[in-house]
């Protein structure tokens, strides 16, 4: 079966250093990968996917993530962290079974520190 | 109004009450979702319609029961819940049944309280 690991429940970083959040997906065909962000109180937002194409996907915000297919990764990242990134992120895969189904990982908080 | 708007955004019921939630999109897309989110656990997948037609019911106890009665529209049926079916509950649509649309759309949510 599929699954999506994101490596740190909390991850904090100070304002204007790298953001660099860890995502790994077991798949036995070519995944679609998704990151979303949630900000409090509200629902899930697409920051970025990739299909097919060009491994370096760039996103909203200033976000973006590298399919790694050798590593089984797609790691978001952000050169310089913002107090509104602070939000819960998302990775996610695509079924392999299932075309309408996507496989969410536990999340990551980011915190932003002053 | 764009996107997709649920309602309420917050509910608190008694395990006995018998309430609903909404869930509309102004998108034009052909396919809607319920989700659970609960603290420290995955997003839950609990329904999935497309084109009005339920394609999926993920093992969901049956005090939860939806109803889509168009494209736009998909509700939440809540009787005799639990403490902990306590959750945000939120709701989305894609463009289809297809890994390619490029993932969903995600209402507010619905924030849940069983007492």
């Known amino acids: 079966a599929q699954s999506v690991t994101q490596l740190g429940s909390h991850v904090s970083v100070s304002e204007g250093a790298l953001v660099l959040l860890r995502c790994n997906y077991s798949?036995?065909?070519?995944?679609?990968l998704f990151w979303y962000v949630q900000y409090p109180n509200q629902g899930l937002q697409l920051l970025l996917k990739?299909?097919?194409?060009?491994?370096l996907v760039k996103g909203i915000n200033g976000f973006e993530a590298e399919f790694k297919k050798s590593e089984t990764s797609f790691h978001l990242t952000k050169p310089s962290a913002h107090m509104s990134d602070a939000a819960e992120y998302f990775c996610?895969?695509?079924?392999?079974?299932?075309?309408?189904?996507?496989?969410f990982g536990k999340g990551t908080r980011l915190h932003i520190l002053p | 109004e764009t996107g997709v708007t649920q309602t309420p955004r917050h509910l608190v019921m008694g395990m006995t009450n018998k309430k609903s939630l909404k869930c509309e999109q102004h998108l034009g897309h052909n396919a809607m979702y319920w989700y659970k989110q609960s603290a420290k656990k995955p997003l839950e997948l609990m329904f999935v319609?497309?084109?009005?037609?339920?394609?999926e019911n993920n093992s969901v106890p049956s005090r939860f029961s939806p109803e889509c009665p168009n494209s736009s529209h998909l509700f939440l049926h809540l009787h005799t819940l639990q403490p902990e079916d306590s959750a945000l509950y939120l709701c989305a649509s894609s463009q289809g049944l297809n890994r390619g649309d490029g993932g969903y759309t995600f209402g507010s949510g619905t924030r849940l309280t069983v007492v």
């Open positions: 990739y299909t097919t194409g060009a491994t």
């Open positions: 319609y497309s084109l009005e037609e339920r394609v």
């Open positions: 996610a895969v695509s079924d392999e079974d299932r075309d309408d189904k996507i496989i």
């Open positions: 798949s036995s065909v070519p995944p679609y």
